[in-house]
């Protein structure tokens, strides 16, 4: 069975970082397009990064220049590094993969990220 594990949310004040983890098992980690999204109270889910089978990354506009998308196949791991974080980055994140040639996906189960004085 798929499993998506992520860890490494917390409390964390404006302008601190974070880094957030996903460790998968029971798949072949490297043919899956890895990616994290976030939910926040009363909102929809959002796009906030992703990696492709070939390392090639896209970010929300809302966090380009801040966070950092990175993946290890040997270790089955993707990370999210993020940096002056603001409390608008307050959300529960998910971690999320995506074998594109057969549309099947996978989510976390999600870490909460506070950001606050």
Known sequence: QVQLVESGGGLVQPGGSLRL???ASSMIFSIYDMGW???APGKQ????????TSSMTNYADSVKGRFTISRDNAKNTVSLQMNSMK?????????????LQIMREYWG?????TVSS
């Open 87 to 99: 409390p608008e980055d307050t959300a529960v994140y998910y971690c999320h993969a995506k074998w």
């Open 45 to 52: 889910r959002e796009l906030v990064a992703t990696i492709s």
């Open 21 to 23: 983890s996903c460790a």
């Open 109 to 113: 189960q999600g870490t909460q990220v």
């Open 37 to 39: 999204y976030r939910q």
